[in-house]
């Protein structure tokens, strides 16, 4: 069995690190923070942007309410948000995904997560808005440093989008989690987690509804071994294994993302062309998902090959992994195929080319209530810090003398 068809513990090769690299104050420059918020906290994120004089965009939902961020954006010297609360079933510019088909959602056990379609209603917003470089930061990120982000957005200068990687607590799925609990060789990509774009990039891809939609969203240029990679960050701990349904949420597209990047890994020479001709043969997948049965049986034995210890804490953590990669198994014995993963991968090719269609152009300028009646979103608020607009204006005006956009000089509060 070829490279091309195996579980590869790591897609270091794909990466271009340039960390060290300097950039110019004036290419250093972000024209928002977009944050896909779920969670009912955001301090440490609407601080940052207020350090860094960036506007923060939140998108709500769930647990995210947009009235207690505002009070929050608020209260902090110096920030400035925008933030829409994203209803239910939300659709983007009529933009209807094959990949979210139902047969794909079966096979990822019923998955349900917008974070797909707030991340692709960020870079509309940046269109429509006129914005050339964002960066994404999931709403459990933290010890972004300054130097860090300023490197990332003058990378954009050169390139379509650049990343950063979560090693501590490493962002993995389940499956690969337990592999390094087994103690097997597992390293961490970059992700979409801290995701710096170039939004005139003038074939930007889309994230589609699926576990990894962040890879496939940056696909080509992890293909042409051109990713820039700047610094790591930190997510919260979190446990993998406390829902062994987890593990079947991800399955599919685990297998999905690890077999298309097994194909950049282990193709020298070939071109994206190539490797997607690749992508949608039966028999690559036949030997993909047999692989990544043997990898799941090697992770289990290996856990219950671990010495047993007294304490009952490593012991539940291993039991509970097993459960995992049971469960994670048996969904893909039970539903996922090689015609089902060439399916979804002709899908989400011919949705990129629906996608930049409905993509709004470059050199769109509308303003922050343009943007939102384009977008049918009327749940929305715009605020800063201080009691009102005159108060904000003039503390921004203090702060940076060009901030003074009419699009920046709103007051707390605003609600579209």
């Known amino acids: 069995m070829s490279n091309q068809t195996k579980h590869v513990p790591s897609h270091a090769s794909l990466l271009r690190d340039v960390s060290a690299v300097s950039v110019s104050p004036a290419s250093s420059r972000l024209d928002a923070i977009v944050v896909p918020a779920a969670r009912p906290s955001l301090q440490r994120l609407i601080s940052l942007s207020a350090q860094l004089s960036v506007p923060l965009v939140v998108l709500c939902s769930r647990q995210a309410q947009a009235d207690k961020i505002a009070a929050r954006v608020e209260e902090t010297f110096g920030a400035r948000a925008l933030i829409i609360d994203v209803p239910e079933k939300y659709q983007l510019l009529g933009h209807q995904p094959l990949t979210s088909h139902d047969a794909f959602r079966t096979a990822s056990n019923e998955r349900s997560s917008d974070l797909s379609i707030k991340r692709n209603l960020g870079l509309v917003l940046a269109r429509l808005r006129g914005w050339k470089k964002i960066l994404f930061v999931d709403d459990d990120i933290y010890q972004l440093q300054p130097r860090h982000i300023s490197r990332l957005a003058g990378s954009l200068d050169r390139h379509?989008?650049?990343?950063?990687?979560?090693?501590?607590?490493?962002?993995?799925?389940?499956?690969?989690?337990?592999?390094?609990?087994?103690?097997?060789?597992?390293?961490?990509?970059?992700?979409?987690?801290?995701?710096?774009?170039?939004?005139?990039?003038?074939?930007l891809s889309f994230f589609p509804d699926i576990y990894n939609e962040d890879w496939f969203f940056f696909a080509q240029h992890a293909a042409a071994r051109s990713l820039p990679k700047i610094g790591n960050v930190r997510q919260d701990e979190y446990q993998p294994y406390a829902d062994p349904?987890?593990?079947?949420?991800?399955?599919?597209?685990?297998?999905?993302?690890?077999?298309?990047?097994?194909?950049?890994?282990?193709?020298?020479?070939?071109?994206?062309?190539?490797?997607?001709?690749?992508?949608?043969?039966?028999?690559?997948?036949?030997?993909?998902?047999?692989?990544?049965?043997?990898?799941?049986?090697?992770?289990?034995?290996?856990?219950?090959?671990?010495?047993?210890?007294?304490?009952?804490?490593?012991?539940?953590?291993?039991?509970?992994?097993?459960?995992?990669?049971?469960?994670?198994?048996?969904?893909?014995?039970?539903?996922?195929?090689?015609?089902?993963?060439?399916?979804?991968?002709?899908?989400?090719?011919?949705?990129?080319?629906?996608?930049?269609?409905?993509?709004?152009?470059?050199?769109?300028?509308?303003?922050?209530?343009?943007?939102?009646?384009?977008?049918?979103?009327?749940?929305w608020i715009s605020c800063g810090y201080g009691s009102g607009p005159e108060s904000f204006v003039s503390l921004m005006a203090a702060l940076q003398s060009n901030l003074s956009r009419s699009s920046t000089r709103r007051g707390a509060s605003v609600r579209g």
């Open 245 to 379: 349904e987890r593990a079947a949420r991800e399955e599919l597209g685990d297998v999905l993302a690890e077999g298309l990047y097994a194909l950049f890994n282990g193709t020298l020479g070939w071109d994206l062309k190539d490797q997607l001709n690749a992508a949608t043969s039966i028999s690559h997948w036949r030997l993909f998902i047999q692989d990544r049965h043997s990898m799941i049986s090697e992770t289990y034995d290996r856990l219950s090959a671990v010495p047993y210890t007294s304490d009952s804490t490593d012991s539940n953590e291993i039991r509970d992994a097993q459960r995992s990669l049971r469960r994670a198994a048996k969904q893909l014995d039970d539903t996922v195929t090689p015609e089902l993963c060439v399916s979804f991968i002709k899908s989400w090719r011919e949705d990129e080319a629906r996608w930049h269609k409905v993509m709004p152009g470059i050199g769109s300028a509308l303003s922050e209530r343009e943007a939102m009646n384009r977008l049918e979103l009327k749940d």
């Open 160 to 203: 379509p989008v650049a990343s950063m990687a979560s090693s501590e607590f490493p962002d993995n799925s389940v499956v690969c989690h337990a592999r390094r609990l087994a103690g097997l060789g597992q390293d961490v990509f970059v992700s979409g987690a801290v995701l710096g774009v170039n939004t005139q990039y003038p074939t």
